[in-house]
């Protein structure tokens, strides 16, 4: 099922736009959750804009509103592709380092670095997440 939210085009670059969300009823699919599935389109404040990174031309103007639609399954994976890594970054290390006897001092600095580690994989990971925009 997917996810969808009625935004309106503040500014049009050649490579990217920025929406902000317009305060609607949730779409069926998070309606069954309560709210929406998506934090970055989650309306914090009511001037918040969002920057939606554009892979292909598209003609949109200024105060244009539009639908933003995305596939609930990749939804999923990517928020499994968002915290995986650092959860397996802090834990792993923990892990290894007390089958090893390492120090407790050294297994909490290996699982901060391998949460960091895991927390700037992931962010390279789920960029290829795509969003379709619907008139």
Not at 80 to 102: D, E, F, R, T
């Amino acid at each position: 099922m997917n996810c969808e939210k009625r935004v309106e085009v503040v500014a049009v670059m050649a490579d990217h736009c920025w929406v902000k969300p317009m305060s609607q009823p949730l779409c069926s699919a998070c309606e069954e959750l309560g709210r929406c599935r998506s934090d970055w389109l989650r309306q914090k404040t009511s001037g918040q804009t969002f920057e939606i990174p554009l892979s292909d031309p598209i003609s949109l103007n200024v105060g244009e509103v539009v639908t933003l639609c995305i596939d609930g399954q990749r939804l999923s994976s990517q928020l499994v592709k968002l915290y995986i890594l650092p959860l397996l970054g802090l834990v792993g290390p923990i892990i290894v380092g007390q089958s090893l006897a390492w120090s407790e001092t050294l297994q909490a600095g290996a699982g901060l670095f391998g949460l960091a580690l895991g927390w700037v994989f992931s962010q390279r990971w789920i960029r290829t997440f795509q969003i379709r925009i619907n008139r």
